[in-house]
């Protein structure tokens, strides 16, 4: 047997065998680019990055790779690919950017997130950076007009604190053209001293917008007080600049490690995926290869009076532009009058994009673009559920004519909504005439555990991991969750495998907290006609799994719905889960029939637990195959590592290898 010296040697030379593949992979990229110049061609073919994913994935598995693990490596590989080949065609489009060095101004210092992004976004132009920090945005902004810098990085919108109104405003004024465009994940911690701890800080140095993301934990440190900086590396700065146990800095873990701080808590932002999307801006506009997708900004003010906006709007949509972002912000010196920032997904030369902003100079006070460049967003690859599940495809079921449609005009009814809705949950779409499972743990039990369960989750082809964090049971002596510790291990395993993660609602008071870290929220057949539960459901802003109560007619479920719907939450499911009967062990039975009654009733999206309404777990795959026959957009499973040993529900779990085998059977 090699010793480990022996094994870690062999380890280095096959780590440095991937860097040099990796470099030829990217140096071939950059030929296909080349390849492009003459005939041009998108730079992106998904069909092709879809049927080569499903290949990979299959020879992953025959050398003992999980799908999950071939499809990181390989998005991996393809935004870099898709990067490379952007960067090089904008560098023959535009041969004025050749310089090996660019002066960019950005906010802050070394560490801020700016200095980061600014990092980031030129490292793939291959340039040298020679930097200016700057105290403000309009700080930046004269830096870049006065000719001192090049670039300018600015922050222009975050997912928790949303738009930057102060770099909009600024942007109203400014010649300079936006040239290009950086999402960076945020993850805002608590920096200090080495030698601290986190009861000790009294006081923490923050930029108003980090605070801004993160003051709902804020809030729970009552006895600390916010200083503002105008930076982040301001904010380290100061506590890195002397010996104070008591203060702490809200900035990143990277750029901490700069200053020589340490993080004292992590993942503090109000929202779990926290990204700040920057615009780079330029004196002189760029020109977008054709190839390559691009993004325009302009912005435009209409006149004032009733409908003048929509005019404006509709002029997209009749050129077939998709508008990505709209923003007003006040006209400075006219009260009351708004300027409208408008981001569509179309390159300024294109006749489309031209003959839009024709019509619009007709239909506005104002206008005037911003910039086109190119979007850097590189979208995953999808994975098609069957090839996950590594089975043929089936003859999909078409959707039941509408043959009878409801006159009461109830929000869940056809009358109301002829068009079925679909839920977007991420990249899962359910509704849309596809079959997505649910699958997972009844209950989380311990980090590992829920981690192994996301993994065959994952591998098995199943889209949403499915665990109850809160389970209510009749017995006060039967285990009762994890609570918000199940909750952290659901999301941290939803994250890890990128799956959209589903847990159990009961209560009122969990709605927020649940809703914070889970992507769908599941209201079990027991809850279903509490109403003052479906009215809170009804003021999120996550999608609802509505089960059906076993007592209950299609009319009462439906009208529970309404309740959800009513309240503004449009993003209702249907769970069938059984009817009372007197037949079997458990007296309920599952009503399949009920997919094509509703089909007929509602818009809504509709899928079945059949788990709950079987004698025993061989009536499972048979349930599911009908239920996917019958037309149903999905299906929930109960999936356990060793379900002899489940702390709930044992009896209706199934095992990884019954799982996956069902789902080969499905897809």
């Not at 997209?316 to 010196?333: T, Y």
Request: hydrophobic share 40%; aromatic share 6%; proline share 4%.
């Amino acid at each position: 047997m090699a010793d480990l010296e022996q094994i870690r040697t062999k380890i280095t030379e096959l780590d440095q065998s991937l860097l040099n593949l990796l470099t030829e992979r990217r140096q071939l990229s950059v030929e296909v680019a080349k390849s492009k110049i003459e005939n041009p061609k998108a730079i992106r073919d998904q069909e092709r990055e879809q049927l080569l994913l499903v290949k990979l994935i299959n020879k992953g598995r025959e050398l003992g790779l999980d799908a999950h693990y071939v499809t990181q490596l390989y998005h991996t590989i393809i935004e870099d690919s898709v990067l490379s080949q952007q960067a090089f065609l904008q560098g023959i489009t535009n041969p004025d950017i050749h310089a090996q060095a660019v002066r960019v101004a950005f906010l802050g210092n070394k560490g801020s997130y700016s200095n980061i992004a600014t990092h980031q976004y030129f490292s793939r132009y291959k340039k040298q950076i020679v930097e200016f920090g700057c105290s403000g945005f309009q700080d930046i902004v004269d830096t870049v007009e006065s000719g001192q810098a090049d670039y300018g990085m600015l922050p222009i919108e975050n997912t928790s604190s949303g738009s930057i109104n102060e770099v909009y405003d600024v942007m109203q004024h400014t010649s300079l053209s936006i040239v290009g465009e950086l999402s960076i994940a945020i993850d805002h911690c608590i920096l200090a001293h080495p030698a601290a701890n986190l009861e000790q800080i009294t006081t923490l140095y923050a930029h108003p917008q980090p605070y801004a993301q993160c003051n709902l934990y804020l809030r729970t440190l009552a006895s600390t007080r916010v200083d503002f900086v105008d930076s982040s590396s301001k904010a380290m700065e100061v506590v890195a600049s002397g010996d104070d146990l008591t203060v702490g800095a809200i900035g990143s873990k990277v750029g901490g490690e700069m200053y020589g701080l340490q993080a004292l808590k992590t993942d503090i932002a109000n929202q779990q995926q926290n990204y700040t999307r920057f615009i780079v801006v330029s004196r002189k506009p760029v020109e977008v290869a054709e190839q390559v997708p691009a993004r325009t900004t302009f912005i435009m003010s209409t006149a004032q009076h009733a409908g003048s906006l929509v005019e404006a709007l509709l002029v997209l949509r009749e050129h077939d532009i998709n508008m990505s972002k709209l923003e007003s912000r006040p006209v400075q010196g006219n009260p009351w009058e708004e300027m409208f920032y408008v981001d569509v997904s179309a390159n300024v030369k294109s006749a489309q994009m031209q003959s839009a902003l024709a019509e619009l100079t007709r239909l506005t006070r104002y206008i005037k673009v911003l910039g086109c460049y190119p979007s850097e967003n590189v979208d995953p690859t999808l994975i098609p559920l069957e090839a996950l599940a590594n089975k043929r495809d089936q003859n999909k079921v078409a959707p039941s004519l509408i043959s009878t449609i409801q006159s009461d005009g109830a929000l869940s009814s056809r009358s109301h909504k002829s068009t079925s809705t679909i839920v977007r949950v991420g990249d899962v779409k359910i509704g849309d005439g596809g079959f997505v499972t649910f699958a997972g743990p009844s209950a989380v039990e311990s980090e590992q555990q829920i981690i192994n369960c996301a993994g065959a989750t994952k591998e098995s082809g199943a889209a949403v991991l499915a665990a109850g964090c809160f389970k209510p049971r009749s017995s006060p002596y039967s285990f009762q969750g994890l609570g918000e510790e199940g909750l952290n291990y659901l999301n941290a395993a939803g994250k890890k495998y990128k799956l959209p993660t589903m847990t159990e609602v009961s209560a009122v008071d969990q709605v927020v907290t649940l809703a914070a870290k889970a992507d769908i929220l599941h209201v079990r057949s027991r809850h279903m006609k509490n109403f003052n539960l479906l009215k809170e459901l009804g003021k999120s802003t996550r999608p609802i799994l509505l089960e059906r109560n076993n007592m209950a007619s299609i009319d009462e479920w439906l009208h529970a719905a309404d309740y959800i719907l009513a309240q503004g939450n449009q993003q209702v499911i249907l769970c069938e889960a059984g009817v009372r009967t007197l037949e079997g062990k458990n007296k309920v039975t599952l009503d399949l029939g009920a997919i094509s009654l509703l089909r007929e009733r509602t818009h809504l999206p509709i899928v079945v637990n059949p788990g709950e309404a079987v004698e025993d777990l061989s009536s499972v795959a048979p349930m599911a195959k009908a239920a996917k026959l019958l037309g149903a957009d999905g299906i929930v499973l109960c999936a356990h590592p060793s379900p002899s040993d489940a702390s709930v529900d044992a009896d209706k779990s199934l095992d990884f290898s019954q799982l996956q085998q069902l789902m080969a059977e499905l897809y």
